[in-house]
């Protein structure tokens, strides 16, 4: 079946932009996470939705970052008034089975950010 | 707050050798352990992964990893690299009980010479 999609693949905006972010996750996955990975780190938790709600949102980095996930399907990523240090790859992974201990989380290919 | 380290920012290897790549956290307590491989343009994808039980956990495309609570490591293993494993991993943990945020260390950039 077909995995996690993101859209765009990349964007390009400029400083003080607003942005959407979207992820398509697994057919039947319950739970959806963001994370954001920098140039030459490993990725950093944002947020997380299990169903509708957000779970877990200690990630977000200021109240510029918002993520919404209405139909606890597809989620969209939101940031505002962009800034050069948002630019980074921000990727989307969704898991089927969170209340177990066996769950894992599958990752989409990300979209680059870039803010000029 | 726990943490991970992967100490080898960069390892090259030659094709045919073995390999082994580290990685160390901290936690007060055994959270679940990760080891994913991310692929220049591809989304992360899970090697293995340890919540466990059996301390030494195979995993896809030949890969194998240690947990030593002792030391608390969970190294990467591969007795023959090829050159298609060239690619960054990330070693991960999670806090036991599911549905939780990874946690990803810095990531090892892996370069096999032909």
């Known amino acids: 079946g077909a995995g996690v999609s993101q859209t765009p693949s990349n964007k390009v905006t400029e400083k003080g932009k607003y942005v959407e972010l979207r992820c398509d996750p697994i057919s039947g996955h319950t739970a959806l996470y963001w994370y954001r990975q920098s140039l030459g780190q490993g990725p950093e938790f944002l947020i997380y939705f299990q169903g509708t709600g957000a779970a877990d949102d200690s990630g977000l980095p200021n109240d510029r970052f918002f993520a919404v996930r209405p139909e606890g399907s597809v989620s969209t990523l939101k940031i505002q008034r962009t800034e050069r240090g948002d630019s980074a790859v921000y990727l989307c992974?969704?898991?089927?089975?969170?209340?177990?201990?066996?769950?894992?989380?599958?990752f989409g290919p990300g979209t680059r950010l870039t803010v000029l | 707050a726990q943490s991970v380290t992967q100490p080898d920012i960069h390892i090259t290897v030659s094709e045919g050798a073995s390999l082994e790549l580290r990685c160390n956290y901290s936690y007060g307590a055994t959270p679940y352990l990760f080891w994913y491989v991310q692929s220049p343009g591809q989304g992360l994808q899970l090697l293995l992964k340890?919540?466990?039980?059996?301390?030494l956990v195979q995993g896809i495309k030949g890969f194998e990893a240690e947990f030593k609570r002792s030391q608390s490591s969970f190294n990467l293993r591969k007795p023959s690299v090829h050159w298609s494993d060239a690619a960054e991993y990330f070693c991960a943990v999670e806090l036991s009980g599911g549905g939780n945020k990874l946690t990803f260390g810095t990531g090892t950039q892996l370069k096999v010479e032909l």
């Open positions: 340890y919540f466990s039980g059996d301390t």
């Open positions: 992974a969704s898991s089927p089975q969170p209340w177990t201990t066996t769950d894992t989380q599958y």
